[in-house]
């Protein structure tokens, strides 16, 4: 049991994460070595401190959340990820397993974390990425969507639909979910499934033309295209699509062979 001992206390001194014993109030009574060199303190000037003091503001409230659902439930099923204060003053982002056990009839929480800066850094990148490649398909003059192998939408962009919310809705849903949700006929969503499925199964471009009729009757003409995307191994990896409103020259194409007759 000495030599288990020995070998569990050398594991903790030796890693790299954070491992620590918390009072039920949030109290810090042992951190492991480890605290130092990713939060810069002495562990004897955090022994006795709130972990409240700790946090950031912004994260305080839902870290006694979790760790008062932990309570009630007795176990978690996720991690907390919150922002510790560095010694110098910034903030370091946190991962955290943490469990309640009880020892001498006393509760209290134990757990590990981990740093993941540099992990919420890349998701950080990665949304801004999305965010910037967003804005700029939103403001192409076209309809263009994203679809997945069972012909669910990945992505629309604002001209397809300008409604936020039915855009926020149909992601993940397919044509027949749209034409439930806005009590349209389905007929629009079987004649797009064939040719998605026609465009999956040739691994080829369809193109067609949508003929849309307004409540007030007026129609509009566009130009629909389904195009497969394959990775370098051929295998599908999504289908993207796009119209063009042809109304307007359809019009002007109308009017000179009138006026040529």
């Given at each position: 049991?000495k030599?288990?001992?020995?070998r569990?206390?050398?594991?903790?001194?030796?890693?790299?994460?954070?491992?620590?014993?918390?009072?039920?109030?949030?109290?810090?009574?042992?951190?492991?070595?480890?605290?130092?060199?990713?939060?810069?303190?002495?562990?004897?000037?955090?022994?006795?401190?709130?972990?409240?003091?700790?946090?950031?503001?912004?994260?305080v409230?839902?870290?006694?959340?979790?760790?008062?659902?932990?309570?009630?439930?007795?176990?978690?099923?996720?991690?907390?990820?919150?922002?510790l204060?560095?010694?110098?003053g910034?903030?370091?982002?946190?991962?955290?397993?943490?469990?309640?056990?009880?020892?001498?009839?006393?509760?209290?929480?134990?757990?590990?974390?981990?740093?993941?800066?540099?992990?919420?850094?890349?998701?950080?990148?990665?949304?801004?990425?999305?965010?910037?490649?967003?804005?700029?398909?939103d403001?192409?003059?076209?309809?263009l969507?994203?679809?997945?192998?069972?012909h669910k939408?990945?992505?629309?962009?604002q001209?397809?639909?300008?409604?936020?919310?039915?855009?926020?809705?149909?992601?993940?849903?397919?044509?027949?979910?749209?034409?439930?949700h806005?009590?349209?006929?389905?007929?629009?969503?079987r004649?797009?499934?064939e040719?998605?499925?026609?465009?999956?199964?040739?691994?080829?471009?369809?193109?067609?033309e949508?003929?849309?009729?307004?409540?007030s009757?007026?129609?509009?003409?566009?130009?629909?295209?389904?195009?497969?995307?394959?990775?370098?191994?051929?295998?599908?990896?999504?289908?993207?699509?796009?119209?063009?409103?042809?109304?307007?020259?359809k019009?002007?194409?109308?009017?000179?062979?009138?006026s040529?007759?």
């Amino acid at each position: 049991v000495k030599q288990s001992n020995e070998r569990f206390d050398l594991f903790i001194e030796n890693s790299k994460e954070i491992f620590y014993e918390l009072d039920c109030d949030g109290t810090i009574l042992f951190v492991s070595e480890s605290w130092t060199s990713n939060v810069g303190h002495q562990v004897s000037e955090v022994i006795g401190t709130n972990t409240a003091t700790l946090l950031h503001p912004d994260d305080v409230a839902h870290v006694h959340e979790y760790l008062s659902k932990l309570v009630v439930n007795q176990k978690s099923t996720q991690e907390v990820v919150y922002r510790l204060r560095h010694k110098n003053g910034h903030y370091i982002w946190h991962s955290s397993d943490v469990k309640l056990v009880e020892r001498d009839g006393h509760f209290f929480y134990i757990g590990n974390c981990r740093d993941i800066t540099d992990y919420i850094k890349v998701q950080q990148e990665i949304s801004n990425q999305k965010e910037f490649y967003e804005k700029i398909l939103d403001r192409l003059p076209i309809d263009l969507g994203v679809w997945d192998i069972h012909h669910k939408y990945l992505y629309l962009n604002q001209a397809a639909i300008k409604n936020d919310e039915l855009r926020q809705y149909i992601i993940g849903k397919d044509d027949f979910d749209y034409a439930k949700h806005t009590g349209r006929d389905d007929s629009f969503a079987r004649a797009r499934r064939e040719r998605f499925l026609k465009a999956l199964t040739s691994r080829k471009i369809v193109e067609w033309e949508d003929v849309i009729t307004a409540l007030s009757g007026e129609q509009f003409f566009h130009t629909r295209k389904f195009v497969p995307i394959y990775n370098e191994e051929g295998i599908f990896e999504m289908m993207t699509g796009y119209g063009i409103d042809v109304t307007e020259s359809k019009r002007i194409n109308e009017e000179i062979l009138r006026s040529r007759q």
